[in-house]
Nanobody
């Protein structure tokens, strides 16, 4: 399973780091990704990384502000979010996939169940 942590309320311009801890499987063997869903909007792929081809994908809306990473020793991956904006407010989900080949490919698959593992979701609110 995957368990997210690190969400919460932050002021515009602030930073948060989301963590996604894996248990029961070795995260190193999986592509990793972060998705988000704002109220009334479709889920979107925020950032995804594939170890198979080394590619990393970022949505245009977060490029230059968000960074995805993983710590294989801790079996955890992260999303560092800087310069946060009110439009970043959403529930954030992490995911892991054993089959997908590219980061962009993983982030394009937004339907619940389209990856091997999904986290339960964590709220991020950007507001003054």
């Amino acid at each position: 399973q995957l368990v997210e942590s690190g969400g919460g309320l932050v002021q515009p311009g602030g930073s948060l780091r989301l963590s996604c801890a894996a248990s029961g499987f070795t995260l190193e063997d999986y592509a990793i990704g972060w998705f988000r869903q704002a109220p009334g909007k479709e889920r979107e792929g925020v950032s995804c990384h594939s170890g198979k081809d080394g590619s990393t994908y970022y949505a245009n809306s977060v490029k230059g502000r968000f960074t995805i990473s993983r710590d294989n020793a801790k079996n955890t991956h992260y999303l560092q979010m800087n310069s946060l904006k009110p439009e970043d407010t959403a529930i954030y989900y992490c995911a892991a996939d054993s089959v997908v080949l590219t980061g962009k490919g993983m982030c394009s698959m937004i339907i619940q169940g389209s990856h091997d593992y999904w986290g339960q979701g964590i709220q991020v609110i950007v507001s003054s």
